[in-house]
């Protein structure tokens, strides 16, 4: 079913909606096959070449490279980037091929997911101070022979665990992240939430380390934060300070908590786009967590999306072309390819190409690749180097919220699946949101990371629009039918108040804390 906005609505839908059975479906029914590879890597111990173009043939070493089985069932998975260059591109892409990618995450609601993925700070409780790689590469060594998870290795190094379709990474800065597999109700994302964080906690105590659930590191300089012996980390953080004056602290110093969900169609991306955006700051105000910098407070309700408006903004911000009546799938494409590129993977090794334009990369006049074209190997590594208030790859990415305890993990996803995936609230926050001006939409983004639901708006605060969304929320959930409005408690508790998480922070700070940071340790330890 063909989702479209109401008629007369200023984000109205040119009508030629893109459908994946209809549109390049040679490249969708090469993605859907190796999804299926995807899907039995795990009971078959092999680790499939991911996202190539038609026009491939497989290189020598395809399927099995890099592994190698360990006692228990376990495997080590050799480096991994986002994707691998398992296949080698015999044509070039063409940019219908890119849109053609994105297309292939429609899928119908009865197939519609949520994902949640959420990163922390380890730190050793006696000092607090940050951990290093060598106590992260043991944590990840017993998590996975404890608890079956398979080892990813880049190089002699440990980077990451894998387990069904979950995995665990590590941000620059060593931020311990746990991306979820795609579930089907909050239940079992909250369940999947526990059991991670009982797994982490359970070997991390052991060695003497904490995890804490906040959105920036809130005692330490960035230069005492190690970084991860990851080759793509080397690259941005060589590039970062040529394109902003924040973006080492955001590799560094950030933690966020974010849900990735479905579209059924180019039309209801749009819709779900266009609705994320508008409410993103919304969402940023009522998971405001992070009021601290350096054992001080920073003046920020939201230290992390501060950082964000002075990181690179080429690949972030509130991305106001989405609300164009042209927009769809081949703008996004056409928006992406002319976000400078990071890197390029090749031979396990990655090729530093900061800076460079994929446009080039499809003409086969990348400077550091010269006469290669790419694969969709390459295109989707590319969209993981962006980074707006929403992102759009296969699926939706809701990215606007600070890193928290427990309850709030399962309280983000929770926000926005009572949105976006019931038609009625859907609708309701697009009428909402229809006449809500590109310099509004911004001016939201700018001064929410400071005032947070205090935000002056219109005639009132943006409490009183936040209060009026979390119900939409609700009421969204109690129609899916699954008992799921429990997880909404936090932010229901927030918008009822006005009062944000960092504003309860720096209430203990100023009087029960004694103007100390040192005990948030304790207050936001998981």
Known sequence: MTLMSHPGSSHSIHSEVIKCKTRCSGVIRFIKTVDSARRNETSLGMRYPLWSSLKVKPSSSSIGTGVRWRQERQVTVAASPPTEDAVISTEPLTKEDLVAY??????????????????????????????????????????????HWDKIMEGENIIGLKQDKQSISLEPGGQFELSGAPLETLHQTCAEVNSHLYQVKAVAEEMGIGFLGIGFQPTRRREDIPIMPKGRYVIMKNYMPKVGSLGLDM??????????????????????????????????????????????PNGYLSMRSQIWTDTDNNRAGMLPFVFDDSFGF???????????????????????????????????????????????????????????EVRL??????????????????????????????????????????????????????????????????????????????????????????????????????????????????????????????????????
């Open 330 to 388: 081949e703008q996004y494409v056409e928006y992406a390819l002319d976000v400078p590129m990071y890197f390029v993977y090749r031979q396990k090794k990655y090729i530093d190409c900061a800076g460079m334009s994929f446009r080039d990369f499809l003409a086969g006049k990348l400077p550091c690749l010269p006469g290669e074209y790419p694969t969709l190997n390459d295109w989707e590594n590319h969209l993981t180097t962006i980074f707006p």
């Open 102 to 147: 994105l297309a292939s995450g429609c899928k119908p609601k009865e197939n519609w997911r949520i994902g949640t993925e959420h990163e922390k700070f380890g730190f050793e409780i006696g000092s607090l101070s940050p951990m290093r790689y060598e106590q992260i590469a043991e944590l990840l060594n017993v998590i996975s022979e404890r608890f």
């Open 251 to 296: 590799m560094f110093r950030t933690c966020t908590v974010q849900v990735n969900l479905d579209f059924d169609s180019e039309a209801d991306m749009i819709r779900k786009f266009r609705a994320g955006l508008a409410l993103q700051p919304i969402a940023t105000a009522l998971f405001a967590n992070s009021p601290f910098t350096e054992g001080k």
């Open 393 to 526: 790859k296969r699926y939706l990415e809701m990215r606007g919220a600070d890193g928290g305890p427990w309850r709030r993990l399962c309280a983000l996803p929770a926000f926005w699946v009572g949105l976006l995936y019931d038609e009625v609230s859907l609708q309701n926050v697009l009428d909402m949101t229809a006449d809500w001006t590109p310099e509004e939409r911004q001016m939201l983004r700018n001064k929410v990371p400071k005032s947070g639901l205090k935000t002056p708006f219109r005639d009132g605060l943006l409490k009183h629009v936040a209060q009026e969304v979390v119900k939409f929320a609700k009421d969204g959930l109690e129609r899916r039918g699954y008992k799921e409005t429990g997880f909404l408690n936090e932010v229901t508790e927030v918008v009822n108040t006005g009062i944000t998480p960092a504003e309860k922070l720096l209430a203990l700070y100023h009087e029960k804390w004694g103007q100390s940071v040192d005990p948030v340790f304790d207050e936001l330890l998981y």
